[in-house]
């Protein structure tokens, strides 16, 4: 299977507000029907927009498309993200025009077919995760997280207790140690063992009456399935504190186990992730918790209801116990709709056939990979949907590391791994291949690997200044942090 270079369209593209000429225009198709009146008071004035011809806005940001780099033109082995295939059917039932026209606000029996899915995407998501309740609002994995450390903090309230420490690993995602600490939580972290996983004598001398609770990724940011969870949970419960379930590596264990069963008392779940709704680019997203039987009265508001005697479903805003309102809406509609339809294509049988493709063409490339002389994995076989490999053997013998394989995948029209995290692994190249790959696209990629480390020691000139090939070359990333340009009037053109 040979690895091709790519070259990727690279157009001198202006921004838009250089393109546009004042008083440009074109004909422009008639509204199909007269727009509504809008009140003077509410009326915008000099929005300050390009003017352009329709056919040019749309020629612009298809050159901007044709140089860009997305789920449909490459494999994106993003480690951690589980950028799966997104099927365009999900998209069709989310574009409804039931779904995108509606106000959150609108008055419930207008809705009910709307509200009966959310309900059916609850009694799914539950299932799924073993758990007793769902709330659809979280906007996104890292949201849910927050929505669920505010709850534990009202479920110890409720109890007398004042609970003041969240216990993450060192191996966490950083939207767990930053969620637990906006809502006022003082971080404690516990390392891994040599095996990845948690250290169970630090937990033992980490946990304590102060414990609210423990944040756990299950598979880990390693990739790795922590095999002495039920243990790790006695710990924590043992203490009083609540276990909450990082479900953003779902992928991994879908239809094979559940978070419930294992004694989590709250997890998320991303359905950006999981469930096949396309993210990237900032969103949007979706990140439902579920919760255990015991903690449902402290979920945000509205849940949504059915109430059996009127027949009819409906929003409740009326929960006396709940964290109360966490954002505007009651969820983002079109991307549960994309995940409701992704379940129900799938079913039971196909979301756990999916889980285990995914963790067998983890393990094929983690195990392929790991032959590639200068790479190496930490922590062994077998992993789950994902894992980590080290570049510090290429690093140590080169000065080339993960930075310069990852720059240099590109040319051959792959996204890059997720590189330097997490960062308890040095050179790290976090790779997830998702189960929507194929065998002969999981050996490209090797041989890609395979050209790269070679190249490493033949011609690492080549390799320090890649890309070559895609529509942008090695960009300045210190810069960009420092001095970020974010908006076109930063750049002083207009
Ligand atoms: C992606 C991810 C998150 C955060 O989810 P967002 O939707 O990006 O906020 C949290 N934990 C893990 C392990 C993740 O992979």
Not at 184 to 191: K, R, S, Y
Not at 455 to 483: F, I, M, Q, W, Y
Request: contains cysteine; glycine residues 10%; aromatic residues 6%.
């Amino acid at each position: 299977m040979r690895a091709m270079r790519y070259r990727q369209a690279s157009w001198e593209e202006p921004l838009i507000f250089e393109l546009g000429r004042e008083g440009a225009g074109g004909p422009c198709l008639p509204e199909a029907a007269e727009p509504p009146e809008i009140p003077e008071v509410l009326r915008r004035r000099e929005l300050n927009l390009p003017q352009l011809s329709e056919p040019e806005v749309v020629r612009h940001f298809t050159r901007l498309a044709e140089m860009s780099f997305g789920r449909d033109s490459g494999f994106y082995p993003l480690g951690s993200c589980t950028m799966k295939y997104n099927p365009p059917v999900c998209e069709e039932v989310a574009n409804k025009e039931e779904i995108l026209n509606l106000h959150p606000d609108q008055p419930c029996e207008t809705v009910q077919g709307v509200l009966e899915l959310m309900y059916l995407l609850e009694r799914l998501l539950a299932e799924i995760g073993g758990v007793y309740r769902v709330s659809l609002v979280p906007a996104a994995g890292a949201h849910g997280e927050f929505v669920s450390m505010l709850m534990v903090r009202a479920y110890h309230e409720s109890r007398g207790e004042r609970r003041t420490q969240v216990i993450v690993p060192d191996s966490a995602h950083g939207t767990n140690p930053a969620s637990a600490a906006m809502a006022g939580f003082e971080v404690v972290t516990v390392p891994s063992d040599v095996r990845g996983r948690v250290d169970l004598g630090a937990l033992r001398a980490a946990v304590s009456e102060r414990t609210a609770a423990m944040m756990l990724t299950n598979p880990n940011t390693l990739g790795l399935f922590e095999d002495r969870i039920l243990e790790i949970v006695e710990v924590v419960h043992g203490v009083g504190g609540l276990m909450f379930y990082d479900g953003a590596n779902l992928n991994g264990i879908m239809g094979r186990a559940r978070p419930g069963d294992m004694g989590f008392d709250l997890v998320h779940f991303n359905l950006h992730k999981t469930f096949s709704a396309p993210h990237g680019g900032g969103g949007p997203g979706a990140g439902p918790v579920g919760v255990r039987k015991g903690l449902e009265e402290f979920l945000p508001v509205p849940t949504v209801e059915y109430d059996e005697g009127r027949r009819l479903y409906y929003l409740d805003y009326n929960r006396p116990k709940s964290i109360g309102r966490v954002r505007q809406s009651p969820g983002s509609l079109p991307v549960l709709m994309k995940a409701l339809a992704y379940i129900l294509l799938l079913g039971g049988e196909g979301l756990r056939e999916a889980s285990e493709a995914a963790v067998l063409n983890a393990n094929y490339l983690a195990r392929r990979l790991s032959e590639l002389p200068g790479l190496e994995l930490r922590y062994g076989l077998p992993c789950k949907h994902e894992f980590v490999l080290s570049a510090e053997p290429l690093r140590r013998e080169t000065g080339l590391g993960a930075r310069e394989l990852a720059k240099g995948l590109m040319d051959f029209g792959f996204h890059p791994p997720t590189v330097y995290f997490p960062p308890i692994v040095p050179e790290a190249l976090m790779v997830e291949p998702t189960e929507s790959e194929p065998r002969e696209e999981l050996d490209r990629f090797v041989e890609a690997l395979r050209a790269l480390v070679g190249e490493a020691r033949t011609h690492p000139d080549r390799l320090r200044s890649a890309p070559h090939c895609a529509s942008v070359g090695r960009v300045d990333e210190v810069g960009a942090s420092k001095n970020p340009v974010l908006s076109w009037r930063m750049l002083g053109r207009c």
